[in-house]
């Protein structure tokens, strides 16, 4: 049985893990849960998996790990204030389960530094996929890896034709229910910058070998060529389910946790290039991932600030791209230690916040 501590229990990823778990009696004790603020539910679930420590906030999260033992950590937090969980997390000696991809993009090789070999187990859908195809393969084969994207609910529109969509329309994604963040990260094309900046750490392949192929269905979810010519796609129907599954459980396959593809109806699964001109967060990540430092941690400090901006009605959407742009464009890197990505995510949201000032 496997104890495991869920950060972010309420969320998409967090009450999809615990679907999960009350579907495999006898497989997972869930041992710890926490959670931004929504105490009504952390308590319900609390009582109904038998958990007898709870937490709120980063810093509570942080505590609840380092004194729960557990072999599991699930991060299912949105933001950068997942990463004192994460190190946390690592520090423990747990495996963590990494759906907070923010923590390790800010972090960088701070968090793949404290990482003892396979100890984190990334739980996001395409770095799963990867995570799966290379099971039985070396590094070494490895030629390139592909990253699909769904292409958001604004695939096909030029970059002018989004001036004036509203949140709700950024929210309606076409193939997966998540979390306001990660959604509307989606839509402008960011959420599939911030997974080329994960997959360069978590794998080692450099940034000139990490592609991203639009497929609009979200059944491939991604894709290992090899130097042979061969490519190896993991697919599945989208659901979350089966890569958190396998986070709490690698290299464990757990029976049934989601659905199979039907190959009894015709079916058409489509790729298409990414169009870098509408959506220039790929190219941005890119370029903000081999400046490393502490690059990484005032982009997506920035576009934190500026998404909620976005939502909150200061901005418009095209504004979003354009302040975390600025924010990169004026960053002036710092060391990268635990202080240094502090401090450069404190200037970034202070810069990225007087952007939207003057925009609004
Ligand atoms: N949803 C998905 O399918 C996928 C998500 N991810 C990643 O997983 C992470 C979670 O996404 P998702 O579940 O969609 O997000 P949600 O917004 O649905 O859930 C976020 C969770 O984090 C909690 N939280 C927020 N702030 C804090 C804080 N300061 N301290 C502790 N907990 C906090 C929330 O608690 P409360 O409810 O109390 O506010 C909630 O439980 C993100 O990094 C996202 O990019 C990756 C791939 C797929
Ligand atoms: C389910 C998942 O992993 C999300 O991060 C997903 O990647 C979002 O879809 P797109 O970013 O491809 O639209
Ligand atoms: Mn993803």
Not at 154 to 171: C, I, K, M, N
Not at 245 to 257: E, H
Not at 338 to 344: F, M, N, S, T, W
Request: glycine content about 10%; aromatic content about 4%.
């Amino acid at each position: 049985m496997r104890r495991i501590i869920i950060l972010g229990s309420t969320g998409s990823i967090g009450t999809q893990a615990l679907d999960v778990v009350a579907a495999n009696p006898g497989r997972f004790e869930v041992v710890g849960l926490s959670a931004g603020s929504n105490r009504e539910l952390v308590a319900e679930q609390a009582a109904r998996f038998g958990v007898a420590d709870t937490a709120f906030g980063a810093a509570d999260s942080e505590r609840l790990v380092r004194t729960v033992e557990a072999d599991v950590v699930l991060n299912g937090i949105t933001g950068s204030v997942g990463l004192g969980p994460t190190l946390a997390a690592l520090e423990s000696g747990a495996t963590l389960a990494l759906a907070n991809k923010e923590s390790l993009i800010v972090g960088g090789e701070l968090v793949t530094g404290a990482a003892a070999p396979g100890q984190i187990v990334p739980v996001d859908s395409e770095h799963s996929a990867i995570a799966q195809a290379l099971r039985s393969g070396t590094a070494a084969e490895v030629r390139r890896l592909v990253l699909t994207a769904s292409g958001g609910p604004f695939r096909g529109r030029s970059r002018d034709s989004l001036a004036d969509v509203t949140p709700q329309e950024a929210l309606a994604h076409p193939t997966w229910d998540m979390g306001l963040v990660v959604t509307t990260n989606s839509s402008t094309l960011v959420n599939k910058g911030l997974e080329v900046i994960e997959a360069h750490l978590l794998f080692g392949v450099p940034y000139e070998r990490i592609d991203v192929a639009v497929h609009p269905q979200s059944i491939v979810h991604s894709m290992v060529e090899f130097v042979d010519g061969s490519t190896i796609a993991q697919a599945s129907p989208p659901d979350m389910r089966l890569p958190i599954s396998l986070g709490l459980d690698w290299p464990n396959r757990v029976p049934g946790v989601g659905a199979p593809l039907d190959w009894t109806t015709a079916q058409q699964w489509t790729f298409e290039p990414l169009d870098g001109e509408a959506f220039p967060a790929v190219g941005l990540a890119k370029r903000v991932g081999l400046a490393g430092l502490t690059y990484p941690a005032a982009f997506n400090a920035a576009n934190e600030q500026a998404v909620l901006a976005f939502h909150a009605g200061a901005i418009g959407y095209l504004d979003i791209l354009d302040v975390v742009t600025r924010v990169v464009d004026e960053h002036v890197p710092g060391e990268l230690s635990l202080g240094g990505v502090l401090e450069a995510e404190r200037e970034a949201r202070a810069t990225a916040d007087a952007l939207i000032a003057s925009a609004g």
